[in-house]
């Protein structure tokens, strides 16, 4: 939930870029004026902080290129004019347009792994994260799987970190736009794993017959009409074809539900996030033994299927 602003007049943002960079030495100084403005100006975080403190963390960190475990005595560091003027710069984007921080920063973390963002993909947010670090051992303790599918795939996140932990599986990334398709390729040609993992246009499964999956996973397009419309503003800055799935957030949902039991082996598992859509799904088919997973880190609204569920619901679904 944002937090409440107070009144613009207690903001230093009236100040100057000079008088500010003048203002703040160390990086200390830099990280306590963010986090205050950030309070002031009533934010939302969601784009992998939720508050005000974690976010000026991360824009600070992140304009510095330091990493997230650096040392903490690194905060007494005084900083050059410029590298004061680089974080001054971005608080100011980051308040007057809403922008998430990932996309000013052009990168967003994922499964403790970098990747490439900006507005042609969705900032990378899924807990699903955590079944990728786990290897799927849930549901695959003995071999990894040897074909992996991330559809809807956005920028290859989901796909490339499966690739990244499980480095003998070969891994398709599907997505219906070519421009979040140009940046999964970036993410593929950053991480050097263009011998085990391609990037395929597909609407769904369209681009993909005759392929067969161990594992097909997905972080699908489900918001539904009502959230779509009342979503804070950083949310808009993200492509609306990712967001967006219908009245009830499942239009996309269906139809990996009908088709995929085609492109799974025998053996095979379905994981999907639906999000907060999950009631509109149990709803839709009540009859259906969807496995919702828990995580340690958060999250909710991600269900696990197998190939024999699939064809023992597949009347449901048609």
């Known amino acids: 939930m944002a937090e409440s602003p107070a009144s613009p007049s207690s903001s230093s943002l009236a100040l100057t870029d000079d008088a500010l960079v003048e203002g703040l030495v160390t990086l200390r100084d830099c990280l306590r004026w963010t986090a205050s403005e950030f309070h002031l100006a009533g934010l939302h975080y969601g784009h992998g902080t939720d508050s005000a403190w974690d976010e000026a963390v991360a824009l600070t960190l992140g304009a510095l290129h330091l ?70 051992g849930a549901w695959f303790p003995v071999e990894p799987p040897a074909r992996v599918l ?99 957030g499942l239009d996309i949902v269906r139809r990996i539900l009908r088709e995929a039991r085609a492109h799974l082996s025998d053996d095979g598992v379905l994981i999907v996030e639906v999000g907060n859509s999950d009631h509109h799904l149990e709803a839709a088919f009540p009859e259906v033994p969807f496995l919702w997973l828990e995580f340690e880190r958060g999250g909710q609204g991600v269900f696990a299927l197998t190939a024999a569920e699939l064809d023992a619901h597949a009347a449901s679904f048609s």
């Open 67 to 136: 990493p997230w475990d650096v040392d903490p005595g690194v905060q007494d560091a005084r900083l050059l004019p410029m590298e004061r003027a680089r974080i001054v710069g971005l608080v100011r984007e980051r308040i007057a347009t809403r922008r998430p921080l990932p996309y000013l920063l052009g990168e967003a973390f994922f499964a403790g792994v970098p990747f490439r963002v900006d507005e042609r993909v969705l900032i990378p947010r899924s807990p699903i994260a955590e079944l990728i670090e786990h290897g799927f």
């Open 150 to 248: 991330d559809l809807c795939t956005g920028s290859g996140c989901i796909g490339i970190a499966t690739a990244l932990h499980l480095p003998t599986c070969q891994v398709d990334l599907a997505d219906i736009s070519p421009e979040a398709l140009e940046v999964a390729r970036i993410n593929i040609t950053r991480h050097d794993v263009g011998d085990r993992v391609r990037a395929v246009e597909s609407d769904v499964f369209d681009g993909l017959a005759g392929r067969r999956y161990d594992l097909i996973v997905s972080n699908p397009p489900y918001v539904d009409a009502r959230d779509l419309t009342t979503m804070p503003a950083e949310f808009r800055h993200e492509p609306g074809l990712a967001l967006g799935a219908g009245r009830d």
